[in-house]
């Protein structure tokens, strides 16, 4: 497992942009053992995919609803990735949380298969 540390949450108007941060601190060269993700979860509902990155950034896999408006990345050398979310809608406010998982399972982008995960990091969208 390796521990997670999100960032970068907040409010923000319909439309805007936020980037968030997820730092892997103790991780060092282990860190590109992983696939990386972000994961949402609004109140009522399931925690749900959002995007997904492999672990050499060569491949991307996005839920629709995000497609065309969010961007995951990472970087290997300082342990971190980043999801991007430009024309937020009122629909994205939800907790945000990043996960890792071992290489190996990238057609899987169930809750289940990211066996280490961040304490959240809340974002909202007024309209």
């Known amino acids: 497992q390796v521990q997670l540390v999100e960032s970068g949450g907040g409010l923000v108007q319909a439309g805007g942009s936020l980037r968030l941060s997820c730092a892997a601190p103790?991780?060092?060269?282990?860190?590109?053992?992983?696939?990386m993700g972000w994961f949402r979860q609004a109140p009522g509902k399931e925690r749900e995919f959002v995007a997904q990155i492999s672990w050499s950034g060569s491949s991307t896999h996005y839920t629709d609803s995000v497609k065309g408006r969010f961007t995951i990345s990472r970087s290997n050398v300082y342990s971190m990735v980043y999801l991007q979310m430009n024309s937020l809608k009122a629909e994205d406010t939800a907790v945000y949380y990043c996960a890792a998982k071992p290489r190996g399972s990238w057609m899987d982008q169930t809750a289940a298969t990211f066996g280490s995960w961040g304490q959240g990091t809340q974002v909202t969208v007024s309209s």
């Open positions: 103790a991780s060092g060269r282990t860190f590109s053992m992983y696939d």
